[in-house]
Structure formats: structure tokens, C-alpha cells
């Protein structure tokens, strides 16, 4: 079966470190991806994970661990500009290698 | 290079009406998307195309037709639209569709059905 589960929403202060867990159950996992979606717009990438362990952008990293079914989203020195919601996906094999997203967090800065 | 574009961006329709949403991207992409986004969903696979004159049913195809004439171009259609159809519709384009390949997404269609 496929279920990907996020938090709903989380608050953090500008400045701070949050991380967003995504877990999931999949039948032929096949990578995971992290979106932002900014109130009323269209999703854009953020990472992209196939392989145990940390990956690294500016201000943003992504990790996974493949046995546990698990990723988080680390977003460091917080920025008002962050304040979005954050969509979890895993593409599967058995969907025919389309995305499975989750229901997204939303994330609120607070100042 | 405008990237994914969807006409309308906002639509009303009353139960029973049809309408077409077209999307259209210039990034030379294979694989094209129709989702739906409802609150408290994830965003929800309606139907995609990995190529011109393909198309191929998703998580949520009932109610939804869709053409791939043009390798630019993907178009959803709603035969008789019913309220529970009223969402927000991305459309999407990617390379390969297949390892890291990255869906890039357009602005979204807000469509009421009344």
C-alpha cells in the first residue's frame, strides 16, 4: 500500500532550526522528493533523496533512511520568506514510478 | 522561457456545465501532469502523458478526459462537471519522469463548481 505522513503544522521562530519528519509506506520505493508551496502558488523542488543519509543545500538539507521508511526537511536560520507549506512525495514502482504525495505542513515564522 | 502555463487561471461553473483546461509548456518536456489539490490532500493524480499522443489514467481519473495532441500541450476536460470536482488543478511537465527527474509545476486553475 502507499501512505506518506506529515505533520499538519508546525511553528517556528526566524532565526531558529525546524524539521519537518515525513514517513512512509510504499511498494517499490524509488526516490523522495521535498516541495515548497507558498500560499495560493504552484509547488516548487527542494530535494531530491534515493540514497541513506544527508543531503546538503545552502540553508536546506534533506535525509533519508530507506529501512525506516523516514525523511526529514532541516531548515536552518529560519526566514519569514520560509513561512510555506512543505509536500513530502515518493516515487514508487509500484504506481508506475509516478510521485505519492503527502498532505503537506504548514510551516508559520514567527518573528 | 514562460516554463508551465495553464488557462484559466479562475473558473465558475454550474453542475453539468463542460469546460477544457489547457497547459502548455516549453521546456521540450516528455512527461506531462494533471493534479488535483484539495485541503488537507495531498496533491492528487489525475491523469499524465509520458509523450505526445499518450495519455495514461491516474490515482483519480473519473470524470476527466485529457488530450496530448502536441508534445507542448496537455488539455483536461470536464464532460459534466459536478461540485465535487471543485478544487485546484496544477498541471506539470518533467523530462524522464523516471530517478531525480523534478516536476516543474504551473500557477494552478481555481475552478467552483456551483
Known amino acids: 500500500g502507499q501512505n506518506i505522513d506529515q505533520p499538519t503544522e508546525m511553528t517556528a521562530t526566524e532565526g531558529a532550526i525546524v524539521q519537518i519528519n515525513c514517513t512512509y509506506q510504499t511498494s517499490g520505493f524509488n526516490g523522495l522528493f521535498w516541495y515548497q508551496q507558498h500560499a495560493g502558488e504552484a509547488p516548487t523542488f527542494l530535494s531530491y533523496?534515493?540514497l541513506d543519509g544527508l543531503e546538503e543545500k545552502g540553508r536546506f538539507s534533506s535525509f533519508l533512511s530507506r529501512s525506516k521508511g523516514y525523511s526529514y526537511l532541516l531548515l536552518k536560520e529560519l526566514q519569514m520568506k520560509d513561512s510555506a507549506s512543505y509536500l513530502c512525495a515518493v516515487r514508487e514502482r509500484g504506481s508506475n514510478y509516478q510521485l505519492i504525495w503527502g498532505a503537506g505542513t504548514k510551516l508559520i515564522i514567527k518573528p | 522561457n514562460a516554463g508551465v502555463t495553464q488557462t484559466p487561471k479562475f473558473r465558475v461553473l454550474k453542475t453539468g456545465q463542460s469546460m477544457t483546461l489547457l497547459c502548455a509548456q516549453d521546456?521540450?518536456?516528455?512527461?506531462m501532469y494533471w493534479y488535483r489539490q484539495d485541503p488537507g490532500m495531498g496533491l492528487r493524480l489525475i491523469h499524465y502523458?509520458?509523450?505526445?499522443?499518450?495519455?495514461a489514467k491516474g490515482e483519480v481519473p473519473d470524470g476527466y478526459n485529457v488530450s496530448r495532441l502536441k508534445k507542448q500541450n496537455f488539455l483536461l476536460g470536464l464532460e459534466s462537471a459536478a461540485p465535487s470536482q471543485t478544487s485546484v488543478y496544477f498541471c506539470?511537465?518533467?523530462?524522464?519522469?523516471?530517478?531525480?527527474?523534478?516536476?516543474?509545476f504551473g500557477p494552478g486553475t481555481r475552478l467552483t463548481v456551483l
Open positions: 533523496n534515493v
Open positions: 506539470a511537465s518533467s523530462d524522464s519522469g523516471t530517478g531525480s527527474d523534478t516536476q516543474y
Open positions: 521546456m521540450n518536456h516528455e512527461y
Open positions: 502523458s509520458v509523450g505526445e499522443g499518450t495519455t
